[in-house]
């Protein structure tokens, strides 16, 4: 068998994901990510065998918790003058932050070593091409968006995902979901 590309993710409530579909109207440029995508990655696990997803399913069933709190707090991009990516800010809440932490030491342990980056919690909401050059339309975008607040909602499960790489952008496929206590 292949290798599944895989990530930790929660997936904002709906009425959070149709706000950010609203906010992303009037992009200037970019791939838009669909709402069904919108998430926010708690470990970025790459490309696992069976045998380590399996690994990473047994680590991840062991947690147990309470459902964080997400909410989301202003725009901003990844990549400087040059950005890649546009993404909403989540704030750190202390729900989120531990059930971060609980993933990333377990699947350590698993011995599936998630990717090495600090946790800044957010949600992508669009991609751009390699070498995009920020713009005054992308400044003036962000600068309308600023004040974008969406109220803190319980995410009662995450999920162990699956991400295929296609023309047309990723496909995601919940493996399965790890419920929260509400």
């Not at 290798?3 to 440029?29: D, H, I, K, N, S």
């Not at 997400?70 to 989120?96: D, M, Y």
């Not at 974008?148 to 499960?157: E, K, N, T």
């Amino acid at each position: 068998m292949g290798l599944t590309r895989a990530f930790v993710a929660l997936w904002p409530p709906e009425a959070m994901a149709e706000a950010l579909v609203a906010a992303q109207r009037g992009l200037p440029f970019g791939r838009l990510v669909p709402e069904e995508n919108l998430h926010v990655t708690l470990a970025f696990l790459g490309d696992l065998s069976e045998a380590e997803l399996e690994a990473a399913h047994e680590a991840l069933a062991g947690i147990a918790g309470p459902a964080p709190q997400v909410s989301v707090e202003g725009i901003g991009t990844f990549g400087g003058a040059r950005p890649r990516a546009l993404w909403a800010a989540v704030p750190r809440e202390a729900g989120l932050i531990a059930l971060q932490s609980g993933v990333t030491r377990r699947l350590r342990a698993a011995g599936v070593a998630p990717e090495a980056r600090k946790f800044v919690p957010h949600i992508t909401l669009a991609r751009f091409r390699h070498g995009t050059v920020e713009d005054a339309n992308l400044q003036r975008f962000i600068a309308d968006r600023a004040g974008l607040r969406l109220a803190p909602a319980a995410v009662p499960a995450f999920s162990l995902v699956a991400s295929t790489l296609g023309p047309g952008g990723a496909v995601y496929e919940d493996l399965v979901q790890y419920p929260l206590l509400g």
